[in-house]
C-alpha cells in the first residue's frame, strides 16, 4: 500500500479466514450472523463451574471410535476398538444417570448385558477386535 497521506498501517497484521456454503440465497442465508460468532472473543468470567463427570475410557491397548446416540433413539452408542494386536482389558468409566449396559453388535442388536459397578464397567476385547456397548440412562420424569 503507498503511503497516502500517512494512512499507512505499518506493523504485522492476522487475517482468519472461514469458508462455508449455502443451499439459499445470500439474503435468506445465516452468514451475517455465522460471520459476528466467528469474529467474536471469548468472555472471560472469574468463578469456577463444576461440571457433571463425563465418560471414560481406560485401557492401554483400546480407543474409543465413536460416540454416537442409539438408533432407535434409546440411549448412547461407544464404538471400541483395539488397536495394537495384543488385547486387553477396558475400563469404562460411565457418567451419572446410566443403569444398563450391554455389548452389542454393530448393528445394535445382540445385546449381552454387561456389570455396571459404580458407573465403571470392565470389558475384555481380544486382539483387533472392534466392538459396540450400549449404554442406557434412567428417564427423567417431567418437573
Given amino acids: 500500500m503507498t503511503d497516502y497521506d500517512g494512512m499507512r ?3 504485522y497484521h492476522d487475517f482468519d479466514y472461514a469458508l462455508t456454503s449455502y443451499v439459499t440465497p445470500f439474503a435468506t442465508s445465516d452468514v451475517v450472523t455465522e460471520a459476528e460468532t466467528f469474529n467474536a472473543g471469548l468472555t472471560v468470567l472469574p468463578g469456577f463451574v463444576a461440571l457433571p463427570a463425563g465418560l471414560r475410557v ?3 491397548n483400546v480407543r474409543l471410535g465413536a460416540l454416537k446416540q442409539a438408533e432407535d433413539g434409546a440411549g448412547l452408542v461407544l464404538r471400541l476398538w483395539e488397536y495394537r ?3 486387553g482389558t477396558v475400563q469404562l468409566h460411565a457418567p451419572s ?3 444398563q449396559a450391554e455389548q452389542c453388535n454393530l448393528l445394535e442388536r445382540e445385546g449381552r448385558e454387561l456389570t455396571l459397578r459404580d458407573n465403571t464397567i470392565s470389558l475384555s476385547l481380544r486382539p ?3 466392538t459396540s456397548v450400549r449404554l442406557h440412562f434412567e428417564r427423567k420424569r417431567p418437573a
Avoid: L, M, P, R
Fill in 9 to 11: 498501517d505499518e506493523d
Fill in 58 to 60: 481406560s485401557g492401554a
Fill in 85 to 87: 494386536g495384543q488385547g
Fill in 97 to 99: 444417570g446410566v443403569i
Fill in 128 to 130: 483387533w477386535e472392534i
